[in-house]
T-cell receptor, first 118, second 116 residues
Framework: AQKITQTQPGMFVQEKEAVTLDCTYD???????LFWYKQPSSGEMIFLIY??????QNATEGRYSLNFQKARKSANLVISASQLGDSAMYFC???????????????FGKGTHLIIQP | DTGVSQNPRHKITKRGQNVTFRCDPI?????LYWYRQTLGQGPEFLTY????????KSRLLSDRFSAERPKGSFSTLEIQRTEQGDSAMYLC??????????????FGEGSRLTVL
């Protein structure tokens, strides 16, 4: 089974609109972390936001927020007031403490290609 | 720039040749990771080091792949007898510590391998 599922291969959004990128995950570990990364065409993976499984509040970082619904195993990324520079691939990733592969490493989804239109 | 540095950025080689990639992590980071990313996919874990010790290797890492981090600083990833299926972006990342809530990985820009 996929550990990280991103169901939107691509999205087109008008500039200045908010956008939600979906991510669901699968784990039996009680302790885990969820991450979102942005990958522009240059190839570098840029860390955006983190949510811990025990965090009570949704994480926020500037225009990025994470809509964490633990019971649904969902960790959607919300980008408010989208900008042209937000156009990129977006990856959801998870780190599991006990049984995750690579111990401290991350398991990534297949990504969503976001295109912001003027 | 004190980020993660990888070189070469691009490598084109013929099938059967050996290639080596180098990664220089952020200087104070004790953990170093190698990932592989093929077109249309997310990065897939290959291996990681804590200091100079290679603590885990993915099943994706066949016998033709070897990684080293001899002094706990830079790392090399060597692919012997390359095959066309090895064509991918090889990403290196580093992190500090093991704390679940602070150990985000910092990635380099990757080394793109094309095997003809």
């Amino acid at each position: 089974a996929q550990k990280i599922t991103q169901t939107q291969p691509g999205m087109f959004v008008q500039e200045k609109e908010a956008v939600t990128l979906d991510c669901t995950y699968d784990t039996s570990d009680p302790s885990y972390g969820l991450f979102w990364y942005k990958q522009p065409s240059s190839g570098e993976m840029i860390f955006l936001i983190y949510q811990g499984s025990y965090d009570q509040q949704n994480a926020t970082e500037g225009r990025y927020s994470l809509n964490f619904q633990k019971a649904r195993k969902s960790a959607n990324l919300v980008i408010s007031a989208s900008q042209l520079g937000d156009s990129a691939m977006y990856f959801c990733a998870m780190r599991e403490v006990v049984s995750g592969g690579g111990a401290d490493g991350l398991t990534f989804g297949k990504g969503t290609h976001l295109i912001i239109q003027p | 720039d004190t980020g993660v540095s990888q070189n070469p950025r691009h490598k084109i080689t013929k099938r059967g040749q050996n290639v080596t990639f180098r990664c220089d992590p952020i200087s104070e980071h004790n953990r170093l990771y190698w990932y592989r990313q093929t077109l249309g996919q997310g990065p897939e874990f290959l291996t990681y080091f804590q200091n100079e010790a290679q603590l885990e290797k993915s099943r994706l890492l066949s016998d033709r792949f070897s990684a080293e981090r001899p002094k706990g600083s830079f790392s090399t990833l060597e692919i012997q007898r390359t095959e066309q299926g090895d064509s991918a972006m090889y990403l290196c990342a580093s992190s500090l510590g093991v704390a679940l809530n602070t150990g985000e990985l910092f990635f380099g820009e990757g080394s793109r391998l094309t095997v003809l």
